[in-house]
């Protein structure tokens, strides 16, 4: 329990902490949001609309420690205020609507690369020599040094254009309604395909070198020597004694490549026209829209938050020496 509420106090100095930067970043920008947006736009207000306008956007010029505590009531409380882009909408509905898209390709992305990569690095470093483990690593490293972007923009060429075997763009086909029918489902996984191949074939080659480099140092250990010596079958001690204690590096690797996930998320809605956070995004900073920017960020933030403190919760579970400690 203490080291869960150690983590704990950590993650929301963090979150505070980024409230706090979220909070700062429009303001040391020279002049304000709303004068920005009016140059862009070439819009003429008379003083009460932009006075109207500036208190939308929480920039009325008072003292900042009153904007400041303002801001973070708002935040607390789930208010971001209204966006700009898509007036009158609360940004929260906009967020809402975005983020489970984004989510879907991100788990889905992360799970197929954790488990195959995993399983790669479990035979390869049990086959310590042999094809899989001269081969596998160096190409998969090749692969994954090229950008999410780019790998996005080849696949989306070349199965999509060329080929023409994969849809080109969105979540899911035009005039469809979104339910959970068998049809709408089986599209929905149509156009995940390549968004989620791009980001698995650039983190697929970590996963993999992480838990064939483990699971090396695993297989010398005594138990290993021991179960041999009992006369176990290989398979049975490549999984239930190796595999399983080099896994715990890997759970801790699942906390930290969130924030990898997440950004390659990001390139790969805006190739693909993928409507998740990283594709809304994009629009928001097109059309200067503050609110929904900083409602965006600060979603990211939490979410890869989130993320790893439940990540620290398995680790204690599945590591007795956190535990005992």
Do not use: C
């Not at 899911?172 to 709408?184: E, H, L, Q, R, Y």
């Not at 074939?201 to 992480?210: A, D, H, K």
């Amino acid at each position: 329990m203490g080291f869960i509420l150690r983590r704990l106090g950590f993650y929301l100095i963090a979150f505070w902490a980024s409230i706090t930067l979220n909070f700062m970043l429009p303001r040391l920008m020279p002049g304000d949001p709303v004068t920005r947006m009016l140059s862009r736009s070439q819009q003429r207000l008379d003083p009460q609309q932009v006075e109207s306008l500036q208190r939308l956007l929480g920039v009325e010029g008072g003292p900042w420690w009153q904007e400041y505590f303002a801001y973070l009531g708002r935040v607390l409380t789930g208010d971001f205020g209204v966006s700009i882009s898509r007036f009158p909408t609360p940004v929260s509905d906009v967020i809402a609507a975005q983020l489970p898209w984004t989510l879907l390709l991100g788990a889905v992305s992360l799970l197929i690369a954790v488990i195959i990569g995993n399983l790669l690095g479990i035979l390869a470093a049990w086959r310590r020599g042999g094809v899989l483990d001269s081969v596998t690593p160096p190409l998969l490293v090749f692969i994954g040094s090229f950008p999410y972007f780019w790998l996005a923009m080849g696949s989306l060429y070349v199965f999509g254009v060329a080929w023409g075997i994969a849809p080109l763009r969105h979540a899911f086909s035009v005039g469809m309604t979104p339910s959970w029918d068998a049809d709408f489902i089986a599209d929905v996984a149509a156009h995940l395909v390549l968004p989620a191949l791009s980001i698995v074939l650039v983190s697929i080659g970590g996963w993999m070198l992480g838990m064939r480099n483990t699971m090396i140092s695993t297989n010398a250990e005594d138990y290993i020597l021991m179960a041999e010596a009992k006369g176990l079958r290989p398979r049975r001690i490549m999984f239930n004694y190796a595999a399983r204690n080099a896994l715990l590096p890997s759970v801790t690797n699942i906390g930290m490549s969130l924030g990898f996930i997440v950004g390659g998320a990001l390139l790969t809605e805006v190739v693909f026209a993928y409507p998740g956070v990283g594709y809304q995004l994009l629009a928001a900073v097109q059309g200067l829209d503050y609110p929904l920017m900083q409602g965006l960020f600060l979603t990211i933030t939490a979410a890869v938050l989130l993320a790893n403190f439940l990540v620290d919760l398995v680790y204690v579970r599945l590591d007795p020496r956190v535990r005992v400690g």
